[in-house]
């Protein structure tokens, strides 16, 4: 079974409109950490966002924040206000335990309109 | 000056030959990651590796070795490269602290094999 799961190959949202991005996590650890990455054309790897399996508030980061929903396994990326440079491709991550690995989603590719 | 560097960022190689890819870091974490990415697939582990003296396969260790020289420096190398190890290739560290702990990656390897 995948580890994390995101379903949306593309996403399209017009500018300054807030927009959703999917992704879902299996594990049976209670111990885990869940990550956002985006990734523009350029190709680098920048982090975005951590949610602890323990923490109780959603995480957020200036406009971004995580809709950690643990009874449903998800852990979706909320973007608010987009902007044209928040156009990239966007990874779920998930590290399970105290670290052993990481496990990474398939991306979603974000597509800000003017 | 970046925390995590790899070199070359560019290869391009023949079916056989042996090449490495060279990452270092210096943000002081003890764990290193190599990573492929391949379109479609997200990014997939290759060999990680928690300190000098330890080092772990990961999902897709076959064709790939690595070497651990320092704590700073993590190697990765192709002993025969083949066409489908043509894929862009991340070094990644991380330290398990407080908080999140995130990984933190370099600029990427674009590595052709023909």
């Known amino acids: 079974a995948q580890k994390i799961t995101q379903t949306q190959p593309g996403m399209f949202v017009q500018e300054k409109e807030a927009v959703t991005l999917d992704c879902t996590y299996d594990?049976?650890?209670?111990?885990?950490?869940l990550f956002w990455y985006k990734q523009p054309s350029s190709g680098e790897m920048i982090f975005l966002i951590y949610q602890g399996s323990y923490d109780q508030q959603n995480a957020t980061e200036g406009r971004y924040s995580l809709n950690f929903q643990k009874a449903r396994k998800s852990a979706n990326l909320v973007i608010s206000a987009s902007q044209l440079g928040d156009s990239a491709m966007y990874f779920c991550a998930m590290r399970e335990g105290t670290g052993n690995q990481f496990y990474f989603g398939t991306g979603t590719s974000l597509t800000v309109i003017p | 000056d970046a925390d995590v560097t790899q070199t070359p960022r560019n290869r391009i190689t023949k079916t056989g030959k042996r090449i490495m890819l060279e990452c270092s870091q210096t943000?002081?974490?003890?764990?290193m990651y190599w990573y492929r990415q391949d379109p479609g697939l997200g990014l997939r582990l290759i060999y990680y590796?928690?300190?000098?003296?330890?080092?772990n396969k990961g999902e897709i260790s076959d064709g790939y070795s690595v070497s651990r020289q320092a704590q700073a420096k993590f190697s990765l190398s192709l002993e025969s490269a083949i066409p489908n190890q043509t894929a862009l290739y991340f070094c990644a560290t991380s330290d398990l602290g407080t908080g999140g702990d995130e990984q933190f990656f370099g600029p990427g390897t674009r590595l052709t094999v023909l």
């Open positions: 594990t049976s650890d209670p111990s885990y950490g």
């Open positions: 943000k002081g974490h003890d764990r």
């Open positions: 590796s928690f300190d000098v003296k330890d080092i």
